[in-house]
């Protein structure tokens, strides 16, 4: 066999092995269902150190930062299978298509494993990982339209439709508490 049919033989290998590896690189339990390039997400403020992993960077060709050091800045697009992690001095903000917003503190993880919205569907979802961190998040429309889900170290919450505050500590002690809004008169 030429060394152009072996070189041809490994490139056909690596590529089907590309997947798992995108996988292996999100430090996550799950598997992201479908890997794209079709944005879930926007940064709309960020503070001090922030940083967002894109799994999907392995798989798609998109002008996503290749330097894993680059920092986070407003207007930077988020994607599932992204991990979005803040440095002592950091927090992040972020608006999801479907309305959701989640505010990430300093010191912080957290792991888009899942989003899927249609506008004028009611099979929408989205799973979100928390690992450490104190989050504050609004749900929006997909809570209303399909399943969203928060998970954490200790439990997984189904969200309908409110404003929870959770924080992880460093021992994995996870503390929730939900933002209640006050009686206009």
């Not at 809570?143 to 929870?164: E, L």
């Not at 959770?166 to 939900?178: H, L, P, R």
Request: proline letters at 4%; one cysteine or more; aromatic letters at 6%.
């Amino acid at each position: 066999m030429g060394a152009r049919a072996v070189g041809l033989l490994a490139g056909a290998y690596l590529c089907a092995m590309l997947p798992s590896l995108a996988w292996g690189q999100t430090d996550s339990a799950h598997q992201p269902a479908v890997l794209d390039a079709h944005p879930v997400g926007k940064v709309m403020t960020v503070t001090g150190a922030a940083h967002i992993e894109h799994a999907t960077a392995i798989i798609v060709q998109a002008k996503l930062p290749t330097d894993d050091t680059a920092q986070t800045k407003v207007g930077d697009l988020v994607y599932r299978g992204d991990v979005i992690q803040t440095g002592v001095d950091g927090t992040l903000g972020i608006t999801f298509a479907d309305g959701s917003s989640f505010h990430v503190s300093a010191n912080a993880r957290m792991e888009v494993d899942e989003f899927v919205y249609d506008p004028n569907g009611n099979s929408n979802a989205s799973l979100t990982k928390l690992v450490k961190g104190t989050f504050t998040f609004i749900a929006g429309e997909v809570a209303h339209t399909g399943d969203m889900k928060v998970d954490t170290p200790v439990a997984t919450m189904g969200i309908r439709g409110t404003a929870p505050r959770v924080e992880i500590s460093e021992d994995g002690t996870t503390k929730f508490t939900t933002l209640v809004e006050q009686t206009k008169k």
